[in-house]
């Protein structure tokens, strides 16, 4: 049974380390993913001011039948980054949720451990105290042994008992033995 315990404490030693490092893991792609997001979006502005500053040139230059086949190209370019955006934001919740998955699920396993752990203590230590009861008693049956003396009397064994012992009220055949530690506490 103890090896059980033992095994359950490493059981769950080792399932607290993997939600850690899953914990840890997931704590560093969203960063990470953060992070991208944060540099898409720099990167969407910048783009845009580059396109914008781009458009203006190409204005000046270009003929002014170019014009809408810019604009629709510096639309479709941010369309496409804010598409992206999204899409990252989407895949940083979807970590979040099987993050707390993981979390309850080293939770429970920690929760089942715990109680088969003071189960299992209980059930010992219920055990003990029936032990430690019995042992009680053959301590006492031991003590009073030492009171009388078995013999032989006509080759049929016999007790000797000491005199004036107490009998027992329910059946006077028998002699309540006190320990002499006991008598001669009663006597003071």
């Known amino acids: 049974m103890e090896e059980f315990v033992a095994n359950a404490a490493l059981l769950a030693g080792h399932l607290t380390q993997q939600c850690e490092k899953a914990a840890a ?7 990470q993913l953060q992070r991208a997001a944060t540099e898409v979006g720099q990167g969407v502005a910048s783009g845009r001011a580059e396109l914008a500053q781009s458009a203006r040139a190409a204005v000046r230059e270009a003929l002014s039948q170019e014009i809408p ?13 804010a598409a992206l955006a999204e899409q ?3 895949e940083q919740a979807a970590m979040a949720v099987r993050l707390r998955m993981l979390t ?12 088969a752990i003071i189960g299992c203590t209980a059930y010992f230590a219920q055990a003990n105290v029936q032990r ?11 003590e009073a042994l030492q009171q009388v003396a078995i013999t ?13 012992l107490q009998r027992w009220r329910k ?18």
């Not at 430690?132 to 301590?139: E, G, I, M, N, S």
């Not at 032989?152 to 004036?164: A, H, N, T, V």
């Open 69 to 81: 086949a810019a604009v629709e190209a510096i639309g479709d370019t941010g369309d496409r980054l």
């Open 25 to 31: 893991a997931q704590e560093a792609s969203a960063q």
């Open 132 to 142: 430690a009861q019995q042992a009680k008693v053959d301590a006492q049956v031991l």
């Open 104 to 115: 309850w699920k080293a939770l429970a396993a920690l929760s089942v451990g715990a109680v």
């Open 88 to 90: 990252l934001s989407r």
């Open 152 to 164: 032989s009397c006509d080759g049929r064994p016999c007790i000797k008992l000491e005199d004036g």
């Open 171 to 188: 059946n006077d055949e028998y002699v309540l033995i006190e320990a002499r530690a006991n008598a001669a506490a009663s006597g003071k």
